[in-house]
Nanobody
Framework: QVQLVESGGGLVQAGGSLRLSCAAS????????MGWFRQAPGKEREFVAA???????YYADSVKGRFTISRDNAKNTVYLQMNSLKPEDTAVYYC?????????????????WGQGTQVTVSS
């Protein structure tokens, strides 16, 4: 069982930055693929970025070059550094864990989810 708790959301102006954190419980954090997803009002949840257990990362095209996912296995924490934020980045951001060693994108392949943290980007 893995429990995930996100933090770091808030209100920021367009062009600004935010850093999200996701603290995970469990002793096998390093073996999980960790992902970030987001869901805007009236839209489906969408993949943002993922970090595999081997250190590889993968990004959605919409955030590539602006967002960076990283993880600290010693602290059981995954981060999402978001730069050059745009109003269309406004959403609830969710951290998720998949018991796979390779990076996966579909939300259905992630077994554990955090409660979400709101990110609002004003124009």
């Amino acid at each position: 069982q893995v429990q995930l708790v996100e933090s770091g959301g808030g209100l920021v102006q367009a062009g600004g930055s935010l850093r999200l954190s996701c603290a995970a419980s469990g002793r096998t954090f390093s073996g999980y693929t960790m992902g970030w997803f987001r869901q805007a009002p009236g839209k489906e949840r969408e993949f943002v970025a993922a970090s595999g257990s081997g250190g590889r990362t993968y990004y959605a095209d919409s955030v590539k070059g602006r967002f960076t996912i990283s993880r600290d296995n010693a602290k059981n924490t995954v981060y999402l550094q978001m730069n050059s934020l745009k109003p269309e980045d406004t959403a609830v951001y969710y951290c998720a864990a998949s018991n796979t060693q390779t990076i996966v994108v579909p939300a259905t392949l992630y077994s554990y989810w955090g409660q979400g943290t709101q990110v609002t980007v004003s124009s």
